[in-house]
């Protein structure tokens, strides 16, 4: 029987510079008002110049390996961006795996999603695992929205932030991986979208329309395969697009303030922002969390994690 | 057929019951402080519960309850509805 793979950790790397979305009201026609209640940004995370998308990966895995994880037993590397490294080619995975000096018959490659990229990872790495043997891997989310916003649009300058973030899955895990729902709507594709100016540009009402009618589907979904009615999930973990779409997705849940938002310090972090929220906002008490994901595509995806055991630990390096 | 107190209702799960109430027919949303995030929420309620399907291009017209009232008579008034 393969072992079951699940979550044993969770690290991050948040760029220390920030963007000052207070001192940007003016140039961008918006209230202090208005970005606190509607938008929810006050900074948003800058990676540096001399970064680059590996970069931002390996020092996320840095401090999860520095936990005392050897690469050495590391047998694959996944990493979820759609702006790597250069030009696109090597796969960042590559890069992570030189860094890292991780083993030659290490898995690694790369998962071209945006901000459902997590959940979808968990299920294809947790899939790639049981399946070959494999006891332990990474699961890195790094996608730098600084490299293709333009910092004059006033649809994204002031949304999205960069971070990287390191899942450590394996057999001994904290969180079990549950059933995931999956939803794509490609008829909407050209919402979040990177043109031949190689920048950014969103259609917001498509994006929250999608969002707000199938992100709490879904949710629901993946709690009922999983045999888990609403009530009883202890932390809504959603991906954090904007303080309005999480407070309408949590009201129309049912959520209350089991499905909060957290990221007003440092942006939306596109794939990253799920993990940021295991890592930083759950409490040793909460023992099921239902996460979602969900953007680019446009794409939803959502799952439930369950705390192996009472006495579990917390999900982040110490 | 949707009517005003169709719309009132969207407006008042997204913008509170004083500002439902209160906003006459032919004001806009705009100047009644409902800014595009919720004037996109309330347009995505009629959706939702009355399938009335405002496209971008309609967006300007659909900015009052008298707006969106006559949108929804046309939009009835194409499709031979009654």
Avoid at chain 1, 124 to 146: F, Q, W
Avoid at chain 1, 289 to 314: I, K, M, Q, Y
Avoid at chain 2, 35 to 40: F, G, I, V
């Amino acid at each position: 029987m393969p072992k079951v793979i699940g979550i044993e950790r969770v690290a991050s790397y948040l760029p220390e510079q920030r963007l000052d979305n207070l001192a940007r009201t003016t140039e961008f026609g918006v209230t202090q008002e208005w970005l606190e209640s509607k938008l929810g940004f006050f900074q948003v995370a800058r990676k540096g110049v001399e970064e680059d998308t590996s970069d931002l990966a390996a020092k996320a895995c840095a401090k999860l390996l520095d936990s005392g994880v050897p690469s050495e037993s590391l047998e694959c590397i996944v990493v979820v961006t759609q702006n790597p490294d250069g030009f696109g080619l090597p796969h960042v995975a590559a890069a992570v795996h030189s860094a890292l000096r991780a083993r030659n018959d290490c898995v690694c490659f790369d998962l071209s999603m945006g901000c459902a990229g997590y959940v979808y990872g968990l299920s294809v790495v947790k899939g790639l695992m049981e399946s070959n043997g494999l006891k332990r891997g990474l699961l890195i989310t790094a996608d730098p929205y600084s490299k293709i916003v333009d910092t004059s649009d006033r649809d994204t300058a002031m949304i999205f932030g960069d971070a990287a973030t390191a899942t450590l899955l394996g057999s001994d895990p904290v969180w079990e991986i549950g059933d995931c729902d999956f939803v794509t709507d490609g008829s909407e594709r050209d919402a979040l979208l990177v043109g031949e100016d190689r920048q950014l540009s969103m259609n917001g009402r498509a994006v929250f329309n999608f969002c707000a009618s199938t992100v709490p589907e879904s949710v629901k979904r993946a709690c009922s395969a999983n045999g888990v009615g609403l009530g009883a999930v202890d932390k809504f973990l959603l991906h954090q697009g904007s303080r309005y779409i999480v407070d309408t997705i949590a009201e129309r849940l049912g959520a209350g303030d089991r499905g909060g938002f957290y990221a007003a310090n440092y942006g939306n972090t596109v794939s990253s922002s799920v993990p940021l929220l295991l890592e930083n906002n759950v409490g040793p008490t909460d023992r099921l969390l239902a996460l979602s994901g969900f953007g680019v595509g446009l794409a939803c995806a959502s799952t439930l994690l369950r705390r192996v055991n009472d006495e579990g630990g917390e999900c982040h390096d110490q | 057929m949707i009517n005003e107190a169709d719309v009132r209702d969207a407006i008042k799960g997204v913008a509170g019951s004083d500002t439902a109430m209160q906003i006459p027919v032919e004001e806009t949303f705009a100047d009644a402080g409902i800014d595009s995030l919720d004037h996109t929420n309330i347009l995505l309620r009629l959706q939702e519960r009355h399938n009335l399907v405002v496209p971008d291009e309609a967006l300007d017209e659909c900015s009052s309850i008298n707006g969106i009232l006559a949108f929804a008579q046309r939009q009835e008034d194409a499709t031979g509805g009654g």
